[in-house]
């Protein structure tokens, strides 16, 4: 029997996106995109308003980093996640494996709004699935790459298998979030 192991990890691939991650954020709001459950957050912050070490991006609102990452880790909000998504996981390596613009943390405009996120995170995933499906079986086969650091040699099949749990571990994180805005006041409101 053949298999064609294209056509199945882009069927996990949208299972997952259709069925996990996007459904949870349809309707995500301003209020919930920014809510901070503690203090301390790393979130996305106008510019000049982030205390963390590093604020990166090149536009009105910037990311918090520390570079090495403090331990433990500060816990994120649904913008910083998405932020991740949209630049690290979907964005960089739409540039370089699938003819993506370029894109870093520091070079990226971060989405002021939720809608505007979710709109970058839409565009992401949409050149993604579009290169995934250009692979094909050779493609799928072929290296990572240097991109892709301690796994060069690792299959683009695997790049792709774990793509769908990064992005449902995020919606599910993100998915608790605005269940507890809901009983939470918010420490950041202003997405003006």
Do not use: K
Request: with cysteine; hydrophobic share 35%; net charge negative.
């Amino acid at each position: 029997m053949d298999i064609d192991w294209n056509a199945a990890l882009l069927d996990q691939l949208e299972w997952h996106w259709h069925h996990q991650l996007r459904p949870r954020l349809d309707g995500l709001t301003d209020t919930e995109y920014f809510w901070e459950p503690a203090g301390g957050c790393w979130n996305v912050r106008r510019r000049g308003e982030s205390t963390a070490p590093i604020a990166a991006g090149s536009g009105e609102y910037t990311i918090d980093f520390a570079m090495p990452e403090p331990e433990p880790a500060p816990i994120t909000t649904i913008a910083w996640r998405l932020g991740h998504v949209i630049v690290g996981v979907l964005g960089i390596r739409n540039a370089n494996h699938f003819g993506g613009p370029a894109m870093d943390y520091q070079d990226f405009a971060y989405a002021g709004t939720a809608g505007e996120a979710l709109g970058q995170l839409d565009d992401g995933y949409a050149r993604w699935t579009d290169g995934v499906r250009g692979l094909g079986q050779d493609g799928l086969g072929a290296p990572c790459g240097p991109a892709e650091g301690p796994f060069v040699e690792h299959p683009m099949a695997a790049l792709v298998r774990t793509s769908p749990a990064r992005s449902s571990t995020t919606a599910q994180r993100s998915r608790c979030y605005v269940t507890c805005t809901s009983t939470a006041r918010p420490v950041h409101t202003d997405a003006n």
